[in-house]
């Protein structure tokens, strides 16, 4: 299993862009989007942080801080730029336009990972389709990542975006028809999931899920417990499928032990809401088990998360 992991082509190189309103701890987040960037073989080179009250309409960040961006990626060589939060179609081509390289955001980023992740078919259908709603308002702004991940014409650069604008109307029709069999194809598996745990139901076998933020050791947690083969690897989303292992405790009752996809902040709301049969299984547990790093001096902030998305979850 950890060839899905290893990567063979040298890193893509990136600039970190980050807007700090006073919202959250701006350096710490941009610290998680350079470990998401190594989770996704890119190299963060760089991050230029903006302070301001309130964000640019059209670029987020104000012309100074774009033409010191575009400076520092000539400068450095980066390829692309990661923006540390949301953005529009239009605000995604308005800062690409600005720095001379692809941009993309947060949350494509985690998608992104996700989607390379994915290895149970119901793992692939749940990434496709979060990417697929996602991208779906900003096809006109994402030009060349479009083309680059399967949804444009071919050719050089250049050539890729102008065709994937050109025929904008239909790439939508496109995507929303794959959308809608997505749909389909995941209800199929959520029903067969939900059959599946009421036969362990009738078994009487009780389910104890592990879960909490990415990385904090829940797949290793896993194998000393069961001696398990589960994927351990020091880097975010490791594990993306739930892996359930039989475990057996010192008083000589049988139990189900599922590992789970952690958490990170900001989780896309697209993703928890694609990934909410797989996340469910924690929600349909007997026991939940909440994994934290004791070493970790974020460990109070990152169950906070574990706890509002099991909140989310119901």
């Known amino acids: 299993m950890s060839e899905q992991i290893t990567q063979n082509t040298p890193p893509v190189k990136v600039l970190l862009l980050g807007l700090d309103m006073g919202q959250f701890d701006a350096e710490r987040s941009m610290?998680?989007?350079?470990?998401?960037?190594?989770?996704?073989?890119?190299?963060?080179?760089?991050?230029?942080?903006?302070?301001?009250?309130?964000?640019?309409?059209?670029?987020?960040?104000?012309?100074?801080?774009?033409?010191?961006?575009?400076?520092?990626?000539?400068?450095?060589?980066?390829?692309?730029?990661?923006?540390?939060?949301?953005?529009?179609?239009?605000?995604?081509?308005?800062?690409?336009?600005?720095?001379?390289?692809?941009?993309?955001?947060?949350?494509m980023l985690i998608l992104e990972i996700f989607r390379s992740r994915a290895v149970t078919g119901e793992g692939k259908v749940q990434t496709e389709l979060a990417l697929l709603r996602y991208r779906l308002p900003r096809l006109a702004g994402l030009g060349e990542s479009l083309s680059r991940q399967g949804g444009g014409g071919g050719g050089g650069g250049g050539a890729r975006r102008g065709a994937g604008e050109s025929k904008l109307e239909y790439d939508r029709r496109h995507v929303r028809r794959r959308i809608e069999a997505l749909e389909q194809k995941l209800a199929e598996l959520e029903k067969r999931r939900g059959e599946n745990r009421r036969a362990r139901q009738r078994a009487g076998t009780p389910v104890v899920s592990l879960v909490g933020y990415t990385n904090v050791g829940k797949s290793s947690l896993l194998n000393a417990l069961c001696g398990s083969d589960a994927l351990e690897a020091d880097m975010l989303f490791a594990t993306l499928d739930p892996t359930a292992r039989k475990l057996t405790l010192p008083s000589g009752l049988n139990v189900i032990a599922v590992d789970t996809v952690g958490f990170v902040s900001r989780l896309p709301h697209k993703l928890v809401e694609a990934f909410k049969s797989t996340l469910e299984e924690a929600a349909y547990s007997d026991v939940i088990v909440k994994v934290a790093d004791a070493a970790d001096d974020e460990r109070e902030a990152q169950l906070e998360v574990t706890d509002q998305v099991l909140a989310e979850l119901g």
């Open 31 to 107: 610290d998680e989007l350079a470990a998401l960037c190594e989770a996704n073989n890119m190299e963060a080179v760089a991050s230029l942080i903006q302070k301001k009250d309130a964000p640019e309409a059209g670029t987020v960040l104000g012309e100074g801080k774009l033409a010191e961006a575009r400076l520092t990626c000539e400068n450095l060589g980066a390829e692309a730029a990661v923006f540390d939060g949301e953005l529009t179609g239009s605000q995604l081509r308005n800062i690409s336009d600005a720095l001379g390289v692809e941009v993309i955001d947060r949350t």
